[in-house]
């Protein structure tokens, strides 16, 4: 289950931690964090890329946005949620995400609300970083 973090302002209300936004997707830990200004707004269990099919490591972009791609590569396979980092790499979400690396080198966030509050968030622009190994 994703937990969702809220800066307290001074008024006791919850308020969204406003500033710049960035995603770290670590592959060791199979985990997507999201930050807004040096605060955690957002953390989540992923799945990655399967071994020979493995999620590239580096510093990436968000390039666009879809509620519904259909992967070109894999049987028209319907990828909703869908947040293009580069090429036909996505972080998207998925029915089954397991705690270890099973896609084609997608980046699966479950439908429980996670993939669409990521969806809804990301913007074009934001950096993803992706690091570790399995």
């Not at 809220?6 to 936004?21: D, H, I, N, P, R």
């Not at 269990?45 to 510093?59: A, C, I, L, Q, Y």
Request: net charge positive; proline share 6%.
């Amino acid at each position: 289950m994703a937990t969702l973090l809220f800066s307290l302002v001074e008024s006791g209300s919850a308020a969204l931690t406003m500033g710049e936004k960035r995603v770290v997707v670590d592959k060791t830990h199979q985990v997507l964090r999201a930050y807004q200004g040096g605060t955690l707004v957002f953390e989540s269990r992923v799945s990655t890329g399967r071994r020979g099919k493995e999620t590239p490591n580096g510093v990436f972009h968000v390039r666009g946005k879809s509620l519904m791609h259909y992967s070109r590569l894999y049987q028209n396979a319907p990828m909703p949620y869908s947040v293009q980092i580069a090429g036909n790499y996505f972080i998207h979400g998925f029915s089954y995400v397991p705690d270890y690396p099973a896609s084609h080198g997608c980046i699966r966030l479950p439908l429980d609300g996670e993939a669409e509050w990521f969806y809804h968030w990301a913007t074009p622009g934001t950096p993803v970083a992706v690091t570790g190994r399995w």
